[in-house]
């Protein structure tokens, strides 16, 4: 179930699409390039999750942020609030917040890795990021190590996982 978040969260984009989609349709509304490029890269987005794309989470993520900005619409209707020139808009603002709350780890990896400069500071992150993996990982059983390997998770957290595994058949020879 955990692993599903996403493909949740893409479902309910996709019935909040259709269904203002047809609402949209009922009243005669016009729909614009915005909003057809945004369905068809919902679609593209839903069939990249099934293919298990590696880079689907940062597409989701960018797609997400252009429907913010207003490059792409998911519904034919805009509810948005202006900041200045600035135009927000409300609905994928609000998903692309659920998106960054489920994938928090990896948003904050990627940010850090944003603003740190050098090579070894980017090793000196990777390596605390997984001495953190680790202490929280410290207390599952060996069976529970196997089923989070087989789990997608980020590469720190894995080989923290197999240092601890290393470390335990260390100790029992």
């Known amino acids: 179930m955990?692993?599903?978040k996403n493909l949740y969260l893409l479902i309910l984009l996709n019935l909040v699409s259709i269904i203002s989609l047809f609402f949209g349709l009922k009243l005669d509304w016009s729909f614009n390039?915005?909003?057809?490029t945004g369905l068809f890269l919902l679609e593209i987005a839903l069939i990249a999750y099934f293919l298990k794309l590696k880079k689907f989470k940062l597409g989701f993520g960018v797609l997400l942020l252009f429907g913010v900005f207003n490059a792409i619409q998911f519904t034919p209707f805009k509810l948005g609030i202006q900041f200045y020139l600035l135009e927000i808009q409300v609905i994928p603002t609000v998903f692309l917040l659920f998106f960054i709350c489920l994938n928090r780890s990896r948003v904050l990896d990627i940010i850090q890795d944003l603003f740190?400069?050098?090579n070894k500071e980017k090793e000196t992150?990777?390596?605390?990021?997984?001495n953190s993996y680790k202490k929280h990982f410290q207390n599952l059983s060996d069976k529970e190590i196997e089923n989070k390997l087989t789990q997608d998770i980020v590469s720190e957290a894995k080989n923290a996982l197999i240092e601890i595994i290393k470390e335990r058949t260390g100790e029992k020879k």
């Open 125 to 130: 992150n990777k390596i605390s990021r997984m």
């Open 116 to 118: 740190t400069t050098s």
């Open 33 to 36: 390039y915005q909003l057809w």
């Open 2 to 4: 955990k692993n599903n």
